[in-house]
């Protein structure tokens, strides 16, 4: 039997995600949106492409929160999107407010769903949806440093001429300004990026690393990224439908790995058919750990200021 899979928001992050499931037939997909029209819209847009592109997958599209009802995975997009000179930070308050709502929803009618927090401050947002649902780690989670590694892997590959595919970058820590690229743990064609450039270089590629989505949304104007964020959402829903124990990087809460408690961060997790199956802990330097430390007490702080 085909999951059930929901996306919550049907802004531009949302729909491109619904469009990358459908088309990969990873399940029956249900776009929502509080707008009036907007997901059925995308809806019935994708319906149309189904003949193009030979694919008979299902997607419907709902203003009514109650039809993420029995969900097997959902998705979480919903909120505001960062505009020119804004942070993820700087959209707190507001999409917390939002996230309560949905979640609230979620643990009466899908309670035995996966979730996955997209809305930022993502990692932020992941721990205040795991207080409101009461669900256990391992089956909410945020997408975020896989993102953040993507971007990494892509610069590195524009500054070394070497294919993304023989790169394998590694980020973790917050979704945010406070990430940490790691090129102790970035592979390229199997060799550390620590041994291919000078550290200036390196110390750049995580500068831009680091501003890119800033970047990004001061090319568009209006909005924030979105294929490249549905490309992750994608990426993850797939190791959860087709039980891959696959590695990627997710924002969960840590319990004494790498010496953190209480906060949602992101690390490499194995993930599978349960959602977490299992946080791989990196072997960090001194001042590895420092900043990894430095970077959750960030989080921590600006979780603080929900309430």
Not at 204 to 224: A, C, P, Y
Not at 289 to 302: D, G, N, Y
């Amino acid at each position: 039997m085909a999951k059930k899979i929901t996306v919550i928001g049907a802004g531009n992050v949302g729909g491109c995600a619904a469009l990358r499931m459908a088309q990969d037939n990873l399940g029956d997909i249900m776009l929502i949106d509080v707008v009036s029209g907007l997901a059925r819209g995308k809806a019935c847009d994708l319906e149309d492409a189904r003949a193009l592109v030979q694919t008979p997958y299902s997607i419907t599209g709902s203003a009514d929160i109650r039809d993420l009802k029995d969900s097997d995975i959902i998705v979480v997009t919903a909120g505001l999107a960062r505009k020119p000179g804004m942070t993820r930070e700087d959209l707190l308050k507001k999409n917390a407010e939002i996230l309560k709502g949905i979640c609230e929803q979620i643990t009466v009618l899908a309670p035995q769903a996966v979730v996955i927090i997209v809305t930022n401050p993502l990692d932020v947002m992941t721990r205040y949806a795991l207080r409101i649902t009461g669900f256990k780690p391992n089956r909410l989670f945020g997408m975020g440093v896989s993102l953040d590694a993507s971007r990494f892997a892509n610069l590195i590959s524009l500054k070394t001429g070497v294919p993304v595919t023989q790169i394998q970058a590694c980020v973790i820590a917050s979704h945010g300004e406070a990430m940490l690229p790691m090129p102790r743990f970035t592979l390229v064609n199997g060799k550390p990026l620590a041994e291919l450039l000078p550290q200036a270089e390196i110390d750049e590629l995580i500068k831009r690393t680091v501003e890119r989505g800033k970047e990004i949304v001061s090319f568009l104007g209006t909005g924030s990224a979105f294929v490249a964020p549905s490309a992750a959402i994608a990426e993850l829903v797939r190791a959860i439908v087709r039980d891959q124990s696959a590695t990627i990087g997710v924002s969960t809460l840590l319990c004494g790995e790498y010496g953190v408690n209480d906060v949602c961060a992101g690390v490499p997790c194995l993930i599978n058919k349960n959602g977490i199956g299992k946080i791989i802990q990196l072997t960090l330097n001194t001042q590895e750990a420092q900043q990894f430390k430095t970077s959750c007490e960030s989080i921590r702080a600006l979780g603080g200021l929900i309430g």
